[in-house]
């Protein structure tokens, strides 16, 4: 077994061992982890020793071959499952019934097929040894066109999604997990040609040192492809979580200042681990905060009104907060000629992002304003 096949088995398990977790809390994830499940079970029984392993077990000659293309199958039928899922919710439910049927019956055929092939001796390559079998002949064209259809509405189905999708990441994702499943259709078009061949008693115009390592590669590249595809949703989830963490880190003083003087604007509820939850609480928190400090800001500031100077209005919000501490009553008239939230009336009307960046620009300013008002209190 070469370094390329071995590396790509490898993948395929840290894959299935990474995705487990999601699998098992959101359903919508298992389709896609028990493809690369089936993949991996597949790749896995071209290892020679993984191979003579299942046939000794099972007392056949050349058992792995339909172990492995069983568990193709039934990968085949996870992907064509998660691409419908992903790309037509809608027509999930009427398409699975057709989707299982048609891999049992593969299979079924592939089985007594499989079962009416002679096979005296174990073989290292299934298509080449009984290539004057008819039973063999048709066990593996009946794989290929199957595995060649199924992944060419794979990847119709992906590129079509991937066209309406409003993310760069996921259209990336999409068209990767497009891509490879397009050269899986090209791998299983490859093996019905030069099974076609046999069958005609025909020369393929590749000899077989040559038509191998093409065939391959072709399958190894469309496995890559599909795991990077599938690894680019969850890298943009992880990279929006870490910007909402970085948003949230930035925010979280000017929060603790502000909730703490107006601790009525703080829900009750936990704020949990989600990062983009917590952003959301924190942003309509300080929102809420700032606009019960407005008629404490004092007057000499007020003058100058909020007008979308970032640097005013964190100077206003520190000595709003203070002037409460040290127990000054609000201003109540007047108090609307100094804005903190001017973006928008109501959060329905935001660009969150948007929101967030002034929020974030403002929460600097603040520290700013409070280590200038503690240098001058020093002084």
């Not at 001796?121 to 299934?126: A, D, G």
């Not at 060419?152 to 891509?179: D, K, Q, T, Y």
């Not at 107006?262 to 959301?280: C, D, F, K, M, T």
């Amino acid at each position: 077994m070469n370094m390329i096949k071995l590396t790509t088995v490898i993948l395929l398990w840290l894959v299935v061992l990474w995705r487990f977790p999601a699998a098992m809390r959101n359903p919508r994830q298992r389709a896609m982890w028990l493809a690369f499940l089936g993949l991996s079970a597949a790749a896995t029984t071209s290892v020679p020793a993984a191979g003579l392993f299942i046939d000794d077990m099972l007392g056949a000659h050349n058992a792995s071959v339909l172990v492995k293309h069983i568990v193709g199958i039934v990968a085949i039928a996870a992907v064509l499952e998660f691409v419908t899922a992903m790309s037509n919710p809608r027509f999930l439910e009427r398409s699975r019934p057709y989707n299982v049927a048609g891999a049992l019956a593969v299979a079924a055929v592939m089985t007594g097929l499989f079962i009416a092939t002679e096979q005296p001796t174990r073989v290292t390559n299934f298509y080449e040894a009984y290539r004057d079998s008819l039973p063999a002949l048709g066990y593996s064209l009946t794989f290929v066109i199957y595995l060649g259809a199924a992944m060419f509405f794979a990847s119709w189905m992906c590129l079509s999604a991937a066209r309406l999708a409003a993310r760069s990441w996921l259209r990336a994702g999409l068209r990767l997990l497009g891509i490879g499943t397009g050269l899986g259709m090209i791998y299983g078009l490859l093996r019905a040609t030069h099974l076609g061949y046999q069958m005609l008693d025909k020369d393929f115009p590749l000899d077989e040192a040559q038509f191998q390592p093409l065939a391959d590669a072709v399958q190894y590249l469309a496995i890559i492809l599909i795991i990077l595809g599938n690894a680019v949703a969850p890298v943009d989830v992880l990279r929006s979580a870490h910007q909402d963490w970085t948003a949230v880190r930035r925010l979280r003083p000017l929060w603790r200042d502000l909730t703490t003087v107006v601790p009525e604007v703080v829900l009750a509820a936990p704020l949990g681990r989600n990062p983009r939850i917590q952003l959301h609480r924190v942003v309509i928190e300080i929102r809420d905060a700032a606009s019960a400090l407005v008629p404490y800001i004092p007057d000499a500031l007020r003058q100058g009104g909020g007008g979308g100077d970032t640097a005013i209005q964190a100077s206003g919000l520190h000595a709003a907060r203070h002037a409460k501490i040290r127990g000054h009553h609000p201003a109540g008239a007047g108090a609307g000629q100094f804005s903190i939230n001017e973006a928008a009336a109501d959060l329905d009307e935001l660009d969150f992002d948007a929101e967030v960046q002034r929020l974030t620009a403002l929460a600097d300013a603040y520290k700013t304003a409070g280590t200038a008002s503690s240098t001058r209190t020093s002084s």
